[in-house]
């Protein structure tokens, strides 16, 4: 007979603790979501194939600054466009925006590169980070994006993101076209 808290349980247990923390917290807030683990993805492409397994679309997630380093982005774009420095700027109508270093994603998000996503924002205890949604992306039905570590990846529905994950945080997002 199948047991589905048993299975879900399971499931848990293969997930990072980092992971666990982020599912706690969505769970904490009613928001419901599908994860899947995997082997770790660095990568869009590696992404490409996760995303036939969860039956939803992966963003890239960027984490930007400006040539100050006073203000931080993360940048929520469709994996498939291009990340043009100089037309994301104009958008955003900051200065030139650049990477911005590890120290700062693992100091001020908790993320260490290849897993940044909208999760990370849950570390962002000072708010420094600002964020920029591609329309592409938000017009999806769900978002799919790793917990704060690459190695599994959740699917959410984009109207739990936007009317109760980012509200809960008191994060307003800007949206732009990439």
Not at 96 to 113: C, K, Q, V, W, Y
Not at 130 to 143: K, P, R, T
Request: a negative charge.
């Amino acid at each position: 007979m199948f047991d589905a808290a048993c299975f879900l349980e399971l499931k848990m247990v293969l997930l990072s603790l980092k992971a666990k923390e982020i599912c706690d917290y969505i769970d904490k807030l009613g928001i419901e979501y599908e994860i899947i683990s995997h082997p770790p993805a660095f990568t869009i492409e590696e992404c490409r194939k996760i995303e036939k397994l969860i039956d939803g679309k992966i963003c890239k997630n960027l984490f930007l600054r400006t040539t100050s380093g006073n203000v931080r982005y993360l940048l929520m774009m469709d994996g498939n466009k291009k990340f043009v420095t100089k037309e994301i700027s104009k958008k955003l109508g900051t200065s030139r925006l650049s990477f911005a270093g590890e120290d700062d994603m693992t100091n001020i998000l908790n993320t260490n590169p290849g897993s940044l996503s909208i999760t990370s924002l849950i570390f962002d205890k000072n708010k420094e980070v600002l964020l920029a949604i591609d329309y592409d992306v938000i017009s999806q039905e769900y978002i799919c994006c790793h917990p704060s570590d690459n190695s599994a990846t959740l699917k959410i529905k984009t109207a739990d993101i936007t009317e109760k994950f980012l509200p809960y945080l008191g994060v307003t997002a800007k949206y732009i076209e990439v």
